[in-house]
Nanobody
Framework: QGQLVESGGGSVQAGTSLTLSCAAS????????LGWFRQAPGKEREGVAA??????YYADSVRGRFTISRDNSKNTMYLQMNSLRPEDTAMYYC??????????????????WGQGTQVTVSS
């Protein structure tokens, strides 16, 4: 059974950086599209970034600050988060789907999810 396991969350000051990791086991890493989502208290889960092959996608709110990448030798996806803001505070999830990254922000298209890692940014 495949698993997605996030790590790297924490509590940081605004303006600093964090890197999240998503280790994918089994066939999940080979899925056509891997994505990062986040959910703040009282808000819907939203797409942050996705990667399909070498193509990357970003939400407007994080473009230029966050970078999604993958290391095929480690079956791991990353989210480098720079210039963090208090509004980035959320539970961050990685997700995978067997179809291409078109409509990557639609969370219902993803079949597999990790348990999440908390990111808290204080001002």
């Amino acid at each position: 059974q495949g698993q997605l396991v996030e790590s790297g969350g924490g509590s940081v000051q605004a303006g600093t950086s964090l890197t999240l990791s998503c280790a994918a086991s089994g066939y999940l890493y080979g899925m056509s599209c891997l994505g990062w989502f986040r959910q703040a208290p009282g808000k819907e889960r939203e797409g942050v970034a996705a990667i399909g092959g070498s193509t990357t996608y970003y939400a407007d709110s994080v473009r230029g600050r966050f970078t999604i990448s993958r290391d095929n030798s480690k079956n791991t996806m990353y989210l480098q988060m720079n210039s963090l803001r208090p509004e980035d505070t959320a539970m961050y999830y990685c997700a995978a789907k067997p179809t291409r990254c078109s409509a990557w922000t639609l969370r219902h298209n993803y079949n597999y999810w990790g348990q999440g890692t908390q990111v808290t940014v204080s001002s």
